[in-house]
C-alpha cells in the first residue's frame, strides 16, 4: 500500500503579543497509507486543528515537513490543495448561493474536468440526499444540511485525500451517522483519511489507528488494541484518560 | 460576485445611489457654490492692460488683490490661463463732448477665478467712469450727452459648453471620488472581512486556487464594482440629458456631459479606482471582521475625499506636483476635463503615478495574503502603532493624547491671554514637568527613558550644521503644502506676533521661542514619546510617527507639514546619535534662525529661492550627515535604547 501522508517534525509557533511564542504543534510525526482512517484524538486546544491546517496549507509549519499525496506542504501547495479535500468548522458556505452553485463553483476553482462536472455534482446530490434544498441559499439551511453541503464540497474534486477537522459537532446522530457511513466508504474505495475529533465512539467505530495529542504532542500512535494493551485499559475513554492524564503528571 | 450581487445592499450602494445622486446633485451645487464665495475674496487674480489709460491704470496698482502683468495677445493668454481677464482700453480719451470711451473686457465665463477679474475689473471701471463723468462736466460748460461717457463691452471668450463643464466641474469630481470609494468600500469589506467573518475565506484557499489569484480576483471584482458604479453615474447623467431632465430651465446652461468627456473623465478615474480598490482591499484584508474593516475605512475615506474637495477649489491647475498628488489630481484632472481642458503630460502623468501607487498597494495586499495572519486574524497584519502592546507605548500614547488635548482647551487660552507667560508655563509647567512625572509614575531610569546620554561632539556639530537645510525643506514643504490649503493671512499675524519683537527684548523670544522649545518639546516627543515608540516599531518608522505626533501637537493644519519633517529629522538624529542633545540643537538652532530671520527680514529673501542660499544650506546639510555618521562611529558609545 502506498504511502499517502508523512508528517515529520511537523511544528508550528504562534507569535503572540500576550503570551508570547505559543507552540501549536510540536514535532508531530506520523504515516498514513491508502484506504486507511488515521484519527487524531485529544481534548480542545489540543493541537488537532493547527496539525490539519498545516496539512491544508492554511499555515506554514514552523519547522518540519509534511507531504501529501507525494507533495510537499511547503515547495508544492497548489498539488497539495490539489489532491485533498478539506473540512472544518472553520469552512464555511457562500450564504447566497445554493448548495448547485457552491458545488459548481469549487469543481471550477479545483480544476475537476468540465465535461465530468454536472454528473459529479448530481451524484453528490444524491448521496447527501440534498435534492429538495439543493437550490435553496445556503443561508435559509440548517445546521445539518449545510453540514452536508460542506461535506459535499469538500470532496466534488474526488481528491485522495479527506482531511476532517471534527466533522461531525453540531450534527444530530442521524446527519451524523449519514456522515460516518461515508467516510467508511470512502475508505473502501481507497482514500487516506485523517480525521480529528474529541468524541471517543466515533474514533473507535471509525479509525484504523489512533495518534492521542494533546499540548501540541503526539503522545501514543497505535491501533485502538495497542493502545489498549500500553495502558491496560479497556474503554476508549480510560485509554485517552490514561494517557493524556500521566503526561499531564508528568509535567506537573 | 454572484455571492455579492445577491447582497441587496451591495447593489444599492452600486447602482441605486450613482442614480438618485444626480438629482441631489442639481439642488446641492448651489449651496457649495456659497461656501466657496468665503475662499475666493482672498484670491489675487491676473489682469493684464492693453492701451494707456492713468486712471484706470492706478486704480488696478492701487488693488492689492489684482496683479497687472500685459501681454501681447490678451485673448490667447486667457485661453491658457496666464490671465484671468484684459483689459482693452483706447490709447487716448476722445475730445469732451465726443463719443463715449470705449472700453473692451475679455474674461472666461467658465473660469471662476476670470469671473472675480471680471467683478473687480468692472467696479474700477466704475469709479473711472465716475471720475471721467465729473472731468468733462468741468471741461464743457454746456450740457452735453454725459451719461454715456463710458461704454462697456464685455466679451465672454468661454463657449457654452464650456461654462456649463465649469458648473458642474464643483461638485462632479467630488461625486466620482465619492462613489468610487462607496461602491469599492463595499465590495472590499464584503469580500475580504466578510468571507472572514462568515468562515468561508478558509474555505476558498484549501482549494486549488492559489493564493495570489485569490487576492487578485477578489481585487478585480472590487475594483469592476467600483467602475461600475462610476460608470452608470457617468451615464445616468447621460441618459438624464437626453430626456431632458437636466435641462436648461431659469436660464442655467445644462449640466450635461458630452460623451468625449465622459470618455475621458472614464481614462482619467480609471487608474485612481484601481488604486482605491487596492488600498480598500488591503484595508479590509488587515480586518477580521465587517466592523473592524468599516473602523479602518473611515477614516481613509475622509482622507480620501478631502484631497478630492481641494482639487475643486477654483485656482488649482494641473502641473507637475499636483499631477503627483493621489485623489487631488483626478479631481483636477476630471474639473479641466470638463471645461475642455486636455492637457496631455500631466494626464499621462496622472494616471502613471496612480497606477504605480496601486501597484504597490496591490503588492503589499498579496504578501499580506501570503502570509497567514490573513487566516489567523492576528494583529502582526494590523498597521501598527496602536495595536501593539509592547512597554508603554499605549500609556505613552494616552499620554500624548492628555498632552495635546490639555494644549488644546488650557495653553492656547493662556497664550491667548498673555502669550510669553502663557508660552512659559505650557512649555515648562505642562510639557516638561509631566513628561518627567510620567517617567517617575511609571519608574522609568531617567537617562535611559530621555535618551539623555552625552552625545559625541561632532554629533552635536552635525545638528547644528543640519539645521538650515531642515528649515528650508521645512519651508519648501509649507509652501507646497500653502498650495493646497492657502494659508490665513491671521496665521502669519499671529506668528509675528510671536517672533516679532517690538515690545520685549529679543533675548527673551530667544529664550521662550527656541531654547524653552527646545528643551522642553524634546524632553517629550524626542525623548519621551520616540523613546516608546522606538521599543515598538522599526527606527525609521519611530522616527517618522514621532515626527507626525509632533506635527499634529502644533494644533494647525497649516504647520503640520513643516513641523513633522523638522520632528522626523530631529527623531533621526535622536536615533543615530543615541542622545537627545543634538536633537535640542536641532530644534534650537531651527527656531532660533526663525525668530532671526523675523527680526532681521531675512526670512522674505529666504523666500526668494536664492540659489546661493539653498546650496549653502544643502553643503551645511551633507557637512552634518557626514559628520553625524562619523561621530557615531567615533562616538560609538551608543547603546540604543
Not at chain 2, 441587496?8 to 464665495?37: D, H, N
Not at chain 2, 527684548?505 to 519621551?528: D, H, K, N, Q, Y
Request: charged letters at 20%; one cysteine or more.
Amino acid at each position: 500500500m502506498s504511502k499517502m501522508i508523512a508528517a515529520h517534525g511537523l511544528t508550528k509557533v504562534y507569535h503572540d503579543g500576550k503570551r508570547g511564542d505559543v507552540t501549536g504543534a510540536d514535532s508531530i510525526t506520523f504515516e498514513c497509507v491508502e484506504g486507511e482512517i488515521f484519527g487524531l484524538l485529544g481534548p480542545n486546544g489540543a493541537g488537532k486543528t493547527t496539525t490539519l491546517r498545516l496539512m491544508a496549507t492554511i499555515l506554514n509549519p514552523s519547522s518540519g515537513t509534511v507531504t501529501l499525496n507525494g507533495y510537499d506542504v511547503r515547495s508544492q501547495p497548489e498539488r497539495v490543495r490539489a489532491s485533498i479535500g478539506y473540512l472544518s468548522g472553520e469552512t464555511g458556505l457562500y450564504g447566497r448561493l445554493t448548495p448547485r452553485e457552491i458545488l459548481r463553483y469549487f469543481a471550477r476553482l479545483n480544476r475537476y474536468p468540465d465535461g465530468k462536472r454536472e454528473g459529479r455534482i448530481e451524484e453528490l446530490v444524491t448521496l447527501f440526499e440534498m435534492g429538495e434544498f439543493a437550490d435553496v441559499r445556503c443561508e435559509k439551511l440548517s445546521t445539518g444540511m449545510k453540514q452536508k453541503v460542506s461535506i459535499a464540497r469538500a470532496v466534488v474534486h474526488d481528491p485522495p485525500i479527506l482531511i476532517f477537522d471534527e466533522p461531525t459537532s453540531g450534527l444530530d446522530i442521524l446527519v451524523a451517522d449519514t456522515l460516518l457511513t461515508f467516510i467508511e466508504e470512502c475508505r473502501d474505495a481507497g482514500k487516506c483519511i485523517v480525521f480529528s475529533t474529541h468524541i471517543m465512539s466515533e474514533a473507535e467505530r471509525l479509525c484504523d489507528r489512533i495518534s492521542v495529542i494533546d499540548h501540541g504532542r503526539i503522545l501514543a500512535t497505535g491501533t485502538l488494541d495497542e493502545l489498549r494493551r500500553r495502558t491496560g485499559e479497556r474503554y476508549i475513554e480510560k485509554v485517552f484518560r490514561a494517557l493524556v492524564g500521566r503526561e499531564r503528571h508528568a509535567e506537573g | 460576485m454572484t455571492d455579492l450581487l445577491r447582497d441587496r445592499r451591495s447593489v444599492i450602494a452600486t447602482i441605486v445611489l450613482p442614480m438618485l445622486l444626480f438629482p441631489i446633485l442639481l439642488f446641492g451645487s448651489k449651496r457649495l457654490e456659497e461656501l466657496r464665495a468665503g475662499r475666493l475674496d482672498e484670491e489675487t487674480v491676473v489682469v493684464s492692460l492693453s492701451g494707456s489709460q492713468r486712471g484706470v491704470e492706478t486704480l488696478i496698482e492701487a488693488d492689492p488683490f489684482l496683479e497687472r502683468r500685459d501681454v501681447a495677445d490678451p485673448e490667447k493668454a486667457l485661453r491658457r490661463d496666464e490671465i484671468q481677464a484684459a483689459l482693452l482700453l483706447p490709447g487716448a480719451l476722445p475730445s469732451p463732448g465726443g463719443a463715449a470711451v470705449v472700453v473692451t473686457l475679455y474674461y472666461d465665463e467658465s473660469d471662476e477665478l476670470s469671473r472675480l477679474a471680471r467683478e473687480r475689473l468692472n467696479g474700477h471701471l466704475e469709479t473711472w467712469r465716475e471720475s471721467l463723468q465729473a472731468e468733462r462736466l468741468a471741461a464743457i460748460e454746456a450740457p452735453a450727452d454725459v451719461r454715456d461717457v463710458l461704454d462697456l463691452e464685455m466679451t465672454n471668450i468661454a463657449s457654452e459648453a464650456r461654462m456649463a463643464g465649469g458648473r458642474l466641474g464643483k461638485v462632479f469630481p467630488m461625486m466620482l471620488v465619492f462613489l468610487l470609494l462607496n461602491g469599492a468600500a463595499y465590495a472590499a469589506v464584503d469580500l475580504f472581512s466578510g468571507e472572514k467573518e462568515r468562515k468561508t475565506l478558509e474555505t476558498l484557499l484549501t482549494s486549488l486556487a492559489d493564493r495570489r489569484s485569490v487576492v487578485l480576483g477578489k481585487f478585480l471584482t472590487v475594483f469592476v464594482v467600483a467602475e461600475t458604479s462610476t460608470v452608470l453615474f457617468v451615464l445616468s447623467n447621460l441618459v438624464s440629458t437626453k430626456l431632458g431632465l437636466t435641462g436648461a430651465e431659469a436660464g442655467r446652461t445644462t449640466l450635461a456631459l458630452s460623451p468625449g468627456v465622459a470618455l475621458i473623465v472614464f481614462v482619467v478615474t480609471l487608474p485612481l479606482g484601481i488604486l482605491m480598490s487596492a488600498i480598500l482591499s488591503y484595508l479590509s484584508s488587515c480586518a477580521r471582521t465587517y466592523r473592524e474593516a468599516q473602523t479602518l475605512i473611515l477614516p481613509f475615506t475622509f482622507g480620501a475625499i478631502l484631497p478630492a474637495a481641494l482639487g475643486t477649489l477654483p485656482g488649482i491647475r494641473i502641473d507637475s506636483v499636483v499631477a503627483v498628488v493621489p485623489v487631488a489630481n483626478v479631481s483636477v484632472a476630471v474639473r479641466e476635463a470638463l471645461i475642455g481642458h486636455f492637457p496631455p503630460l500631466p494626464l499621462a502623468v496622472v494616471i502613471v503615478s496612480n497606477l504605480a501607487y496601486a501597484a504597490w498597494v496591490l503588492s503589499r495586499a498579496a504578501r499580506l495574503f501570503d502570509g497567514e495572519a490573513v487566516i489567523l486574524g492576528s494583529s502582526s497584519a494590523i498597521p501598527t502603532l496602536f495595536r501593539r502592546e509592547r512597554p508603554l507605548v499605549r500609556e505613552a500614547m494616552i499620554f500624548y493624547s492628555a498632552e495635546l488635548l490639555a494644549l488644546y482647551y488650557i495653553g492656547s487660552s493662556l497664550q491667548a491671554k498673555n502669550l510669553m507667560v502663557g508660552l512659559f508655563i505650557t512649555l515648562y509647567g505642562m510639557l516638561l514637568v509631566p513628561s518627567l512625572l510620567f517617567a517617575r509614575y511609571h519608574r522609568l531610569p531617567l537617562r535611559a527613558a530621555f535618551s539623555l546620554r552625552r552625545a559625541p561632539a561632532l554629533t552635536l556639530v552635525a545638528a547644528l550644521l543640519m539645521a538650515p537645510g531642515t528649515l528650508l525643506v521645512a519651508n519648501g514643504l509649507f509652501r507646497l503644502q500653502s498650495r493646497f490649503v492657502p494659508v490665513p493671512e491671521e496665521l502669519f499675524s499671529s506668528m509675528e506676533g510671536l517672533l516679532g519683537s517690538s515690545d520685549r527684548s529679543v533675548l527673551l523670544t530667544f529664550f521662550l521661542v527656541a531654547l524653552s522649545p527646545a528643551i522642553c518639546e524634546e524632553i517629550l516627543f524626542r525623548g519621551l514619546l520616540l523613546g516608546r515608540l522606538r521599543r515598538a516599531m522599526a527606527p525609521w518608522r519611530a522616527a517618522l510617527a514621532g515626527g507626525l505626533l509632533f506635527g499634529l501637537f502644533h494644533l494647525s493644519i497649516y504647520r503640520i507639514l513643516p513641523t513633522a519633517f523638522m520632528g522626523i529629522t530631529a527623531g533621526a538624529l535622536v536615533l543615530l546619535s543615541g542622545s537627545i542633545f543634538p536633537a535640542m540643537v536641532l530644534h534650537g538652532t531651527y527656531n532660533g534662525m526663525v525668530i532671526f530671520g523675523e527680526h532681521f527680514d531675512v526670512l522674505r529673501r529666504l523666500d526668494g529661492h536664492d540659489p546661493s542660499l539653498i546650496a549653502i544650506a544643502a553643503l551645511l546639510g551633507i557637512g552634518g550627515i557626514v559628520l553625524l555618521l562619523h561621530g557615531r562611529r567615533a562616538g560609538n558609545s551608543v547603546p540604543t535604547p
